[in-house]
T-cell receptor, first 115, second 111 residues
Framework: AQTVTQSQPEMSVQEAETVTLSCTYDTSENNYYLFWYKQPPSRQMILVIRQEAYKQQNATENRFSVNFQKAAKSFSLKISDSQLGDTAMYFCAFMGTGTASKLTFGTGTRLQVTL | ETGVTQSPTHLIKTRGQQVTLRCSSQSGHNTVSWYQQALGQGPQFIFQYYREEENGRGNFPPRFSGLQFPNYSSELNVNALELDDSALYLC??????????FGSGTRLTVV
């Protein structure tokens, strides 16, 4: 079974600064997908970024980028130029391949962006 | 394109009752999954449907059941509600393995 660990329950960053959220995972699979989801107080899970394990290049979406270290089973999220609207819970998630694959989530990191 | 919509948004039920939660998948998505998110926790996988057949189930008892309809909308049914069933229930739909689009959830409170 896969496990996802987020070791930072809470983090704080000042507006316009950069913050990195950590995530490690455990799996015996070679091909899989990793995700970061954002959950604001509105409760909806919003996909932030997606990484395919067979791609060595780190994914980037505007101010969001990841540092994917497959051998270390590490998948951190870097948020640059933090904005107040980035305040939310952030969940790291793992998904295997195949039609029966499911998302396995970590326990989340609460990010607070301050003025 | 429409997103994933869930109804109702909030619900209060009494222990022992039954509840049905509903989800409309995003257009073009043929896979729907349900997750239970307890307060302060990450979502836990309940089950998944692909083309109207259940093709994956998490560690939840049989009193949690579901359906997926030909239009890919879905229902989650929970019988004999327990206090620990109080949680946010999230529906998510997907096409292939791109990733899941989530609804805003149904907050269920069992008293």
């Amino acid at each position: 079974a896969q496990t996802v660990t987020q070791s930072q329950p809470e983090m704080s960053v000042q507006e316009a600064e950069t913050v990195t959220l950590s995530c490690t995972y455990d799996t015996s699979e070679n091909n899989y997908y990793l995700f970061w989801y954002k959950q604001p107080p509105s409760r909806q899970m919003i996909l932030v970024i997606r990484q395919e394990a067979y791609k060595q290049q780190n994914a980037t979406e505007n101010r969001f980028s990841v540092n994917f270290q497959k051998a270390a089973k590490s998948f951190s999220l870097k948020i640059s130029d933090s904005q107040l609207g980035d305040t939310a819970m952030y969940f790291c998630a793992f998904m295997g391949t195949g039609t029966a694959s499911k998302l396995t989530f970590g326990t989340g990191t609460r990010l607070q962006v301050t003025l | 394109e429409t997103g994933v919509t869930q109804s109702p948004t909030h619900l209060i039920k009494t222990r022992g009752q039954q509840v049905t939660l509903r989800c409309s998948s995003q257009s073009g998505h043929n896979t729907v999954s349900w997750y239970q998110q307890a307060l302060g926790q990450g979502p836990q996988f309940i089950f998944q449907y692909y083309r109207e057949e259940e093709n994956g189930r998490g560690n939840f008892p049989p009193r949690f059941s579901g359906l997926q309809f030909p239009n890919y909308s879905s229902e989650l049914n929970v019988n004999a509600l327990e206090l620990d069933d109080s949680a946010l229930y999230l529906c998510a739909s997907s096409r292939m393995n791109y990733g899941y689009t989530f609804g805003s959830g149904t907050r269920l409170t069992v008293v």
